[in-house]
């Protein structure tokens, strides 16, 4: 039905810059929201950041600054520009569509490995 897919992770020094991207397909019912959560290793999976279908967005307050998200509704790609990226940053980054009509379902694309390491 729907499928979310990452793409953009990697290893990347701290200070250095990455930029991901997920490309939802199937039904997708408007307003949704497409986002970011991660999860590192013992740690409970957190929002990073969120955008309705109409721009308006948050993030977490430890990303503020940093991340910048942005989303093609045409395309139903959401991205994710990271920079100057801490090794706090290090996590599975999963792309997320929740949709607020409809079903009201949660999708959850399989996450992609972003490691900040010198």
């Known amino acids: 039905q729907v499928q979310l897919v990452e793409s953009g992770g990697g290893l990347v020094q701290p200070g250095g810059s990455l930029k991901l991207s997920c490309a939802a397909s199937?039904?997708?019912?408007?307003?949704?929201?497409l986002g970011w959560y991660r999860q590192a290793p013992g740690k409970q999976r957190e929002l990073v950041a969120g955008?309705?279908?109409?721009?308006?967005?948050d993030y977490a307050d430890s990303v503020k600054g940093r991340f910048t998200i942005s989303r093609d509704n045409t395309e139903n790609t959401v991205y994710l520009q990271m920079n100057s990226l801490k090794p706090e940053d290090t996590a599975v980054y999963y792309c997320?569509?929740?949709?607020?009509?409809?079903?009201?379902?949660?999708?959850w694309g399989q996450g992609t490995q972003v490691t900040v390491s010198s």
């Open positions: 955008m309705f279908t109409s721009g308006t967005s």
């Open positions: 997320y569509l929740k949709l607020l009509a409809y079903t009201q379902n949660t999708y």
């Open positions: 199937g039904s997708i019912v408007h307003p949704n929201i």
